[in-house]
Structure formats: C-alpha cells, structure tokens
C-alpha cells in the first residue's frame, strides 16, 4: 500500500467544472509535488511546495491551481480545463527537497476533461 | 541542463532470463540517482538508489551500480519474474534538486 494517498482515484469533468484533487500523507515529510503523467511519457513536475510554501511553479497555466493547507495535505485546484488536460495527475512526498531525498508517489488521479 | 537517457523498449523476456536496462546521464557536479518503478494502473514507486560513486543500489533482486567513469546507472536483474512487468524509469536529482526522469523502459515478463 502507497504511504500517499490520492482521491478521487478517477475524475471526469467537463470544461467548464471546477473540482479538487486532494493529496495526504503522514509520513512526517516537508516537500510535496504535482507531477502530471501523459500515457507512456515519463511524469512532468507542475509544483512544489517545501515547508507548505510553494518553491517551484513549472510554468503551470493557472487553470491549475495548488494548495498546501498543511504540512500532510496538498491539493489541485481545477477549473476550466481543456481536453489535452486529460492525464494521471501524481501526486509525491520526500523528507525535503534534497538531491537524495527519493520521492515517495501516490497511485494517482486519472483525470478525463469531456 | 542535467539528463536521463534510457535503453528504448519495450522489452519482452521470459521468466527467469537475466535484465539489463541501460541508463546513462549528463549532469554537472555528482547527482543522485534513482530507478522508479510503475506497474499498471498505480504509481512510481522507489526500487533503488545510489548517491555516490561506486554506490551499489539493490532491492527485490535489482541491482545498479553508479558508474562516474561511464556516467551509468544500469538496471540488472539475475532472474526475472512474471510480477516484474512494468515501466521502470531512471532518474536522476542533481543542483537543481529536481527529479529528471528518463523516457521509461515497458519490461513483458512472459511465462
């Protein structure tokens, strides 16, 4: 069982909804990350947030919007989104940001934009 | 910029057949180095790390050596199982303290 947990696991949402991916772990870590997931590519960072502020921002466009309400919590906020929006969005943790800090990933929101 | 280059799959074996999945990279100064694996239908998950050289990484019977000589980082297995089918991606974390992740290897392990 992944130690981050992700919900909704599947997410279907038309252009004009607004709606949340909600990210969680106890595992006492101080960094989390968005990555966003296309089939068969390896997962893009979108965030960071190292001690609940955010500390990169991957020229993201802002229908995406993140939000670490704690140090165990993070979310994505959505709204207008388009159909190439569509992917498994990823949601991660380490101790910090630190080059040997491994990354521990949750299962994963698919997201289809209709 | 710093970069992951993987041996291109897929790769199709039989079980109890020996693994190699190449991995080179280009960094500046002396990266970490990482092999995730992704079976179907979850997330990455940590198979091992090496965070100097000479460093041998292993888990689960997968083992990699960090190679500074040859800027390597190759996934070996001795004998591979049905349940090892997935996408196993290298990576690496250098100065920028992000994860660069390589294109992926898809591993078929066949009965």
């Known amino acids: 069982d992944t130690e981050v947990t992700q919900t909704p696991k599947h997410l279907v949402m038309g252009m004009t909804n607004k709606k949340s991916l909600k990210c969680e772990q106890h595992?006492?870590?101080?960094?989390m990350y968005w990555y966003k997931q296309k089939a068969k590519k390896p997962p893009e960072l979108m965030f960071v947030?190292?001690?609940?502020?955010?500390?990169i921002n991957e020229s993201v466009p802002s229908r995406f919007s993140p939000e670490c309400p704690n140090s165990s919590l993070l979310n994505l906020h959505l709204h207008a989104l388009q159909p190439e929006d569509s992917a498994l969005y990823l949601c991660?943790?380490?101790?910090?940001?630190?080059?040997?800090?491994?990354?521990?990933f949750g299962n994963g929101t698919r997201l289809t934009v209709t | 910029g710093d970069s992951v280059t993987q041996m291109e799959g897929p790769v199709t074996l039989s079980e109890e057949a020996f693994l190699t999945i190449n991995c080179t990279y280009t960094?500046?100064?002396?990266?970490?180095l990482f092999w995730y694996v992704q079976y179907p239908g979850e997330g990455l998950q940590l198979l091992l790390k090496?965070?100097?050289?000479?460093d041998k990484g292993s888990n689960k019977g997968f083992e990699a050596t960090y190679r500074k000589e040859t800027t390597s980082f190759h996934l070996e297995k001795g004998s591979v199982q049905v349940s090892d089918s997935a996408v196993y991606f290298c990576?690496?974390?250098?100065?920028?303290?992000?994860?660069?992740f390589g294109k992926g290897t898809k591993l078929t392990v066949n009965p």
């Open positions: 991660a943790s380490s101790l910090w940001t630190g080059e040997s800090s491994p990354l521990h």
């Open positions: 595992m006492g870590h101080r960094a």
């Open positions: 947030y190292s001690y609940e502020k955010l500390s």
């Open positions: 960094a500046t100064g002396y990266p970490s």
């Open positions: 090496a965070t100097k050289a000479d």
């Open positions: 990576a690496l974390t250098g100065g920028s303290e992000k994860l660069v």
